[in-house]
Every structure is written in structure tokens, then in C-alpha cells.
């Protein structure tokens, strides 16, 4: 009889401890669904009022995104009329100030460059999300049709979190090209790299589904990843590429992190290389 209340009590002690251990789960899974989105945006804000234009040739701008959001962004006009222009999704971090040495290697070959700051960032008014970045995106094409800008005259760049932004772009449009530098197959799967107890495809808002638009896409298509990426993993890249319809061109880049690919000695062959393909 004591062997058997021993054993009923030790299952009881053993379901309580189960039952902790559910409530906690649910109690994190809550949490994550709760603040996920401060875990995937750092934007810098900028409370002074716009800049304006030191230049003919370079100018910042505002226009309303399509749910009426400000948003803004940096127009670096072409050299030559009908010259690529670059349009760059950037990455989670910063604003279109701390991001505009990154369109140095295309400006100095002459192309035009539009750097977005999507809704949340620099001036741009209300707060990051996938639906309306991607709105913000759209609004920012139109508006370069709008001063004599086709799709078909635009290379878009996507970076890390930009890459959900510049796939989107180029799937089933007529753009000139796509670059990809550290981009993910989808959030949910870098979510999961990191954190695979979650359940990341249940609670995420924000998907930016790479793998998904990826076979949509018709141009050219440039990815660039480190192989020592520690937040988005190699295999990303090799899963990425083997999704296009023709095969991209892949540059790895021997021990660069995620960070610092642009730094990579060969970075900038690599976009001429590229870039040489298009003519």
C-alpha cells in the first residue's frame, strides 16, 4: 500500500512539473508573439526636419505611401538618361543617412540610386511591419515612374530584412536585375535557426517569404552571402539560388559575417562582374 500511494505521488509530482513546464512554454510563446517585432526592427529616427536637396543631381524626398504614410527616401539621379538606377531595400538597422555610403559602387559607375527608408525609419511616419513596407516599396516605384523611372531601368538591392522587400519587387515585374547581399530563405526560417522550439510559422506576423516569391522572379540575380554568416546561416544562400528559374550568380565570401560582407576584398569585383553582365 505505501509502494502504491509512493507511486501516485511521484506521477503527481511528475504531471505538476509538466504542467509548469506547458505554462511557461505558452507563457515565452506569448511573450514572442507579443514583442517579436521589436526583436526584428532597430530603426534610427530622425526628429530634425528633412534635408534638403545640396544638389541638382541628389535630393530627399517625401511622397505618401499607398494607405497615405509619409515615407521618404534619397534620389540620386543618373548620370546619363536611361542609366540604371539602383534601388536599395536596406537592412534592419539604421536610416537612409547612416546607409548612404552603400550606393557608392553604382554611383561611381554613373547609375542613378534610390535609398528607401520605409515606414518607422529616419523621417519616414509610423511603425515597421512587412504589409506596409511592402506598401511603402510600391509607392516608392511609382513615384520614380513618376520622374521618368521605369521598372525596367531599376536594379534592385535587397539587404538582409531588404531582401523580403527587393524579391517581392522583382518577382514577376520587368525589373533590369535583382542583388541579394546576406538574404534569408524567410524570416520564420531564421527565427527558427536561432530559436527552433518556437513555433515561429504559428505567431509570426511578419514572413517575408523569399522561397516563396523566388521562382517569380525573370532577371538576373546576384546573391552575395558570407560563410561565416552567424545570423543568417550559409544554407540560406545555397536554398535561395537553387529556387530561382535560372540559375543566379552566387559569390561567397571566404569568413565574412553578416555585417561585414561589404568589407569582403572581393565585394566590389564581384558587383563589377555582375554589373558587367547587364550591358
Known sequence: MAARQGG???????MRLLVGLAVLYLLLVSAAFVLQRKFIYFPVRLEEPLQRSTSPTEQFVAFPSTDGTRVTGLFLHPKDHGAPVVFVAHGNAGNILTWRPFLAPFTQRGYGAFLLDPRGYGWSEGTPGEEGWHQ???????WLASQGVPQSQLIVVGVSIGSGLAVALAAGKPVRALILQSAFTSLA?????????????LILRDRFDNLAAAPRVRCPVLLLHGTSDRIVPLEHARRLAAAFPSPPMLRLAPGSDHNDLSDWPGYKGALEEFLGTLR
Open 8 to 14: 501516485r505521488a511521484g506521477l503527481r509530482l511528475v
Open 136 to 142: 511603402d516599396a510600391g509607392a516608392a516605384v511609382a
Open 189 to 201: 526560417d531564421v527565427a527558427s535557426d536561432h530559436i527552433p522550439l518556437m513555433p515561429w510559422r
